[in-house]
């Protein structure tokens, strides 16, 4: 063989060579809404400490630029921090409220962050303004950025649809196995955007309950927030709740806790509103023990669409060493209460769920 021949040889097989170790590593990008310093923080602990364990993962920060939240320190954050792996990005583009279902100036954007990841994540924050989903405004009902409420629902909506427009075609049509999670805040937008309305205040139109004290004697499983915290303003007690849920046979989250060995996980809540009305092809996966608050949704259409009303995703969860005080005078571990509850595999295994559907994503989409 001729030299020249020798060297297109070479050079093929160089390639060839090249093109195998690209498939062995495989570059994944998750969005994240609504990056504060916590939930990066959060996040980035989980991937270290493989609670996320996905190879080659990129972070990526998405927020709506017309947003009230100022997210100075979490730029600030990622820079002093050397987070390489995570970035932040600005989405431009006005929603109003009248085009959150429908295309607007941020649908070129939603379809861009679709097109180029394979994960959305939908965090927590406060109450949705309720003309969003219809209904007049509890004095209860606490509204804090509208912006960032009509940027999250309509990208929501863009994703899966729903029925205030039902000619709409989501974009997860063209991505049947995308993978979104959405915790809290981002389940009760995820059910506003399929069509479905909120149930205000859980204490007062549940339970019949006006005062913190009043909930604050309710059984713990009925409790969705800490009810002591707002009476002891400056103590810096722990806002939240931990809680069992009833999972529904045959859901996603029955899979998760049957791997688990625990049949009514405790969770983590930290919230007064829940879903009123289901939204359009919803099915309820999860509720409270007494059935009254559904605990999570999965999408019928888009299989790996889910939310729950709890929080899996504070890492203080998975860290022994994090203690939190309840009511003065007392402190415990999160870590400790979740595992002498046989519950924090549950926790564990829905992270090692999502990270294999995340790794083989690419295959499938």
């Known amino acids: 063989m001729s030299t020249s021949g020798l060297r297109i040889k ?9 093109f195998i170790a690209l498939q062995g590593y495989s ?20 991937v270290e400490n ?24 979490s730029e600030n954050y990622i820079r002093e921090h050397h987070l390489d792996n995570y970035k932040l990005q600005k989405i431009e583009g006005v929603i109003q409220p009248q085009e959150i279902y429908r295309e607007n100036s941020c649908t070129k954007a939603f379809r861009k962050l679709v097109d180029e990841s394979d994960a959305i994540l939908f965090f927590g924050g406060p109450d949705i303004p309720a003309a969003v989903y219809g209904e007049k405004q509890n004095l209860l009902t606490l509204v804090t950025d509208p912006s960032r409420h009509y940027f999250e629902t309509s990208f929501f909506f863009h994703l899966t649809g729903g029925s205030r427009n039902p000619d709409f075609k989501p974009l997860l049509t ?4 995308f993978i979104v999670r959405a915790f809290c805040l981002g389940m009760q937008t995820m059910n506003v955007a399929a069509g479905g309305t909120l149930l205000q205040d859980i204490p007062t139109e549940c339970y019949q ?8 004697l309710l059984p713990a499983n009925n409790q969705h927030r800490s009810s002591v915290e707002p009476l002891y303003p400056l103590s810096d007690l722990f806002a939240g709740s931990f809680h069992q849920v009833k999972l529904t046979k045959g859901g996603y989250l029955e899979e998760i806790a049957e791997k688990s060995g625990v049949n009514f996980p405790l969770v983590l809540s930290a919230h007064h509103q829940a879903v009123g009305k289901k939204g359009a ?3 309820v996966i999860a509720t409270s023990m007494d059935g009254k608050i559904v605990e999570g949704l999965q999408h019928s259409q888009f299989k790996n669409v889910i939310g729950v009303q709890f929080h899996p995703e504070p890492a203080s969860l ?3 060493e994090t203690r939190f005080t309840p009511v003065p005078g007392t402190s415990f571990s999160p870590n400790e209460l979740l595992k002498q509850s046989n519950s924090l595999n549950f926790h564990l295994n829905f992270w090692r769920d999502f990270s294999g559907q995340v790794e083989k994503s690419k295959r499938l989409n």
Not at 209 to 216: D, F, G, H, Q, R
């Open 50 to 73: 493989k609670v996320i364990d996905i190879p080659g993962v990129e972070l990526l920060g998405v927020c709506s630029a017309n947003e009230a939240y100022d997210y100075t320190e």
């Open 10 to 18: 070479f050079r093929l097989f160089s390639i060839f060579v090249i």
């Open 174 to 177: 063209g991505h049947p196995n």
């Open 27 to 46: 570059q994944h990008r998750l969005v994240l809404l609504h990056p504060t310093v916590s939930n990066i923080e959060s996040m980035e602990w989980m």
């Open 318 to 320: 998975y860290k022994p």
């Open 209 to 216: 309950k006006n005062t913190l004290e009043e909930t604050a």
């Open 281 to 283: 092809n919803l099915n």
